[in-house]
């Protein structure tokens, strides 16, 4: 149904349509630009919430953590020029990442565009449309009240559409007055746009058979899963399939935890930082590796650890199969033997209903589930079998205080992984199960991600505990969100891995280009001086925790989850780690492994 109104300004039609979608909280930092709207959202206050972000960057992170915590639209509101670019970085990651997240921006009155008014942003040297055309799924300018409904309603199906995408709108302050003319409102969301969700039965037929004939078969998950498998039948769909025959799984990091980790089937993570178990199933040479069904992953570098071959079954004939909702991407990196068009929870619900015309045969599940146990039984999944991992050394091992936040976060834990050697930690030494679920930024890799992301999760999930694993290089860029968790009560965690240090690149550069003869010149290039994290936490409004062990970090992790819960106070734990620790992906012994493998 829909009613047919010319009473509203373009203000109003804008709140509209995000109370339709459910919007309750927008994240940005206000300026003259939005003068109307903030006006209209003032008057909305019992429906809306502008959480005031310190950065415009940190207000996208924001979006999009609040977006990956709850499935619902993260909506971001900045003004013109400045505030417009600043949000660049953050809505391009949500872009890369598959997050809906909807970005408004301010714009001068259109009467003085071209005569350099203050942050002009459309007709001048800056264009505002055309940087988040080149950045997003959809960017657009709202021109006027006749075409408002239009160009939001295209923005929302491209935001909510599969796959998830963030967009843009800009729009000038006269405009968010003018009268909007000959517009039908819709009553629910259903009317101006839906999804697919369906995959073609045939090739699922096709490929379920090509793929069942394999002796040792591989399911690798993506990022392009996370929604679907956030579906209860879905999920439990893919446990029939996988376990009927016996059949493991891998994802990439991304798409890390969205299959149970500590499920007998599973081989963890392969990519970046990768569980070592993945490789002696693809080198077994009694029984070949000898099928490979990927879906919803694009299998870009870091999920294929460069493309490597290892990846590809090597038996002649072989099937390699890659299902996904978007064409452009399906045998992109590897050649296939069948692509499937399809959204990814369809295509494994078909799976699952297609079993009984495809009985299991019983002596090659009993064999594979044979050899699986036998990997799992006879290697570590860590490449150092357990010695850091195991460590109560001073100061911290990351490996151990990976261990201990395993062992001491809730089993619904929402955690977020910034960019730098913390994704080495956590994506090789959690193990993630569901209804954890753990969010990264691997696609574009932009430091800060985490320290905005989980205040956003967590004012969308109070009663949840949210942590954002980061390094002090991050927690220095955008640690004044601790701020904005503060002044909203959002009890996020932050855990600092502290080695005054952008070790990520002071050790990468020690890997590739070592300086035999000004040895640790690297370290001393990159140091950050000594900062006070904890000082500098706690002049924002959080509680602070200094770490030299894991026993300190058992001792003061109830505490630090209480008071994030129970008393919405931000958290932010400062451990001091080891600063010699290697990270798996330069670590020699992992180098090696997995280089034998590939061979």
């Not at 921006?105 to 007709?123: A, M, R």
């Not at 690798?220 to 879905?234: E, K, P, W, Y």
């Not at 010695?387 to 936040?405: C, G």
């Not at 505490?559 to 780690?577: C, F």
Request: proline share 6%; net charge negative; glycine share 8%.
């Amino acid at each position: 149904m829909e009613t047919n109104t010319n009473d509203l300004i373009v203000d109003n039609l804008i709140i509209y349509f995000l109370k339709l979608e459910g919007v309750k909280y927008i994240f940005g930092v206000p300026g003259g630009g939005l003068v109307n709207i903030l006006n209209t959202l003032k008057n909305s206050i019992d429906d809306f919430t502008y959480i005031i972000g310190r950065h415009e960057t940190g207000a996208s992170y924001m979006a999009d953590g609040y977006y990956r915590a709850t499935g619902n639209l993260g909506v971001v509101m900045v003004t013109t020029g400045p505030g417009a670019t600043n949000a660049l970085t953050g809505i391009m990651n949500a872009q890369a990442d598959g997050s809906a997240v909807l970005l408004i921006t301010g714009e001068i009155d259109q009467q003085f565009y071209g005569k350099g008014y203050l942050q002009e942003g459309i007709d001048a040297t800056l264009d505002i449309k055309a940087i988040y055309t080149a950045a997003t799924g959809y960017s657009s300018v709202i021109t006027s009240g006749s075409d408002a409904a239009t160009i939001f309603k295209q923005a929302l199906r491209d935001a909510l559409g599969i796959p998830r995408q963030a967009v843009h709108l800009s729009l000038p302050v006269n405009v968010s007055l003018e009268p909007v003319t000959n517009t039908l409102l819709p009553h629910n969301t259903n009317a101006y746009r839906t999804n697919p969700k369906g995959a073609p039965l045939e090739d699922v037929k096709t490929a379920m058979a090509a793929f069942l004939a394999a002796k040792r078969p591989l399911l690798l998950l993506g990022n392009g899963c996370r929604q679907a498998l956030s579906d209860a039948t879905t999920y439990k769909s893919l446990l029939q399939f996988v376990e009927t025959y016996s059949i493991p799984v891998i994802t990439t990091a991304d798409g890390k935890g969205i299959f149970s980790e500590l499920h007998d089937l599973s081989f963890r993570v392969y990519g970046i930082a990768d569980c070592m178990w993945p490789y002696y199933y693809f080198t077994d040479k009694e029984t070949p590796y000898d099928g490979l069904m990927v879906i919803g992953s694009s299998l870009g570098e870091l999920s294929t650890n460069s493309w490597s071959q290892i990846l590809v079954p090597q038996v002649e004939n072989a099937p390699l199969i890659q299902v996904d909702i978007n064409q452009k991407i399906i045998a992109r990196s590897f050649e296939v033997t069948q692509g499937v068009v399809g959204e990814a929870g369809a295509f494994i619900i078909d799976l699952a209903s297609l079993i009984p015309q495809f009985p299991p045969d019983e002596e090659a599940v009993t064999l594979r589930k044979q050899a699986i146990a036998k990997i799992k039984n006879t290697y570590s999944p860590f490449v150092d079998p357990g010695f850091d991992y195991n460590s109560n050394a001073s100061p911290i091992k990351p490996a151990a205080l990976m261990r201990v936040l395993q062992s001491g976060l809730p089993p619904d834990s929402k955690i977020f992984i910034d960019a730098g050697n913390c994704v080495g930690w956590s994506v090789h030494f959690l193990a993630i199960e569901p209804p954890a679920s753990i969010f990264t930024a691997l696609s574009m890799g932009p430091m800060g991600f985490a320290v905005g992301a989980v205040v956003g999760a967590k004012i969308g999930c109070p009663d949840v505990i949210c942590v954002g694993i980061v390094g002090d290089g991050a927690m220095l860029m955008f640690g004044a969100e601790v701020s904005t968790a503060a002044h909203y009560k959002a009890g996020a965690i932050w855990v600092v891995l502290n080695d005054n240090n952008l070790n990520m690149v002071s050790q990468g550069m020690e890997h590739f280009y070592p300086d035999k003869t000004n040895p640790g010149v690297w370290t001393e290039l990159y140091e950050l001086g000594n900062p006070d994290i904890a000082g500098f936490a706690r002049s924002l409004g959080a509680e602070a925790y200094i770490v030299n062990s894991p026993q300190d970090l058992e001792n003061v992790l109830p505490t630090i989850l209480s008071r994030a819960n129970n008393d919405g106070i931000p958290q932010v734990i400062v451990a001091n780690i080891d600063r010699t620790a290697i990270p798996p992906y330069y670590n020699a012994e992992y180098i090696v492994t997995a280089s034998s493998q590939n061979n």
